[in-house]
């Protein structure tokens, strides 16, 4: 088994353009989740999915933020447009039945400029 | 919500000691406590977690307990070695549900 799958593992970009992460979780499990991850802030969850579903994005910081999975496979989180305050460590982590471990990928690091 | 509150926060122990972590929870109906250990630049990794039908669980240098009555558990790393130095997470998750309640993490440094 790979584990999670997570892309770009870096990103540096300039403050207004857009940046799209991508997820590809464990085969097999049904829930994935964005955490974001500071000095400042810990670990914060952004928004997770069951089967597919978004069930809960409070943790989205505001309208910049958007999160989509179209299939069982797949998961994209995107900032548009992005500030330098979004610089952090992004992971992604799949899961399956509720009550059991979630699994993290390897994250992406975003610096904006 | 769940909230959940760790201690220490920093932590330094002799290689060789023993080394606890504590974490409480709000919900009563959490039951399910798995910790996590990220060492600098990498992703957190599950070490070992626990259920609320059970009082202790052990793997090799690493126990965990649990006491629902005060909705507290704790890591207990024994014999620590220097590749152990990492920031711990505990969490906890409510039953039936998918989402985990991170604690604020615990950097533990083995002084060799």
């Known amino acids: 088994d790979a584990g999670v799958i997570q892309s770009p593992r870096h990103e540096v970009t300039e403050m207004g353009q857009e940046v799209t992460l991508r997820c590809k979780p464990i085969?097999?499990?049904?829930?994935l989740f964005w955490y974001r991850q500071t000095m400042m802030r810990g670990l914060e969850l952004l928004i997770y999915?069951?089967?597919?579903?978004?069930?809960?994005d409070s943790g989205m910081p505001e309208d910049r933020f958007s999160a989509k999975m179209p299939n069982a496979s797949f998961s994209t989180l995107k900032i548009q447009p992005s500030e330098p305050r979004d610089s952090a460590v992004y992971f992604c982590?799949?899961?399956?039945?509720?009550?059991?471990?979630?699994?993290f990928g390897p994250g992406t690091r975003l610096l904006v400029l | 919500g769940e909230n959940v509150e760790q201690h220490p926060s920093t932590l330094s122990v002799q290689e060789g000691d023993s080394a606890v972590i504590k974490c409480t929870y709000s919900?009563?109906?959490?039951?399910?406590f798995p910790w996590y250990k990220q060492e600098l630049g990498k992703r957190p990794q599950l070490i070992i977690d626990?259920?609320?039908?059970?009082g202790e669980k052990k793997d090799q240098r690493i126990a965990v307990t649990l006491n629902k009555t005060a909705k507290h558990f704790s890591l207990h790393i024994t014999e620590t070695q220097p590749e152990d130095s990492a920031v711990y997470f505990c969490?906890?998750?409510?039953?039936?549900?998918?989402?985990?309640?991170f604690g604020t993490g615990t950097s533990l440094t083995v002084i060799p």
């Open positions: 982590a799949s899961g399956g039945l509720a009550g059991r471990a979630q699994y």
């Open positions: 085969s097999g499990h049904n829930s």
């Open positions: 999915f069951n089967n597919n579903v978004p069930i809960d």
């Open positions: 919900d009563s109906a959490s039951n399910y």
């Open positions: 626990i259920r609320s039908n059970v």
């Open positions: 969490a906890a998750s409510i039953k039936d549900g998918n989402q985990f309640y």
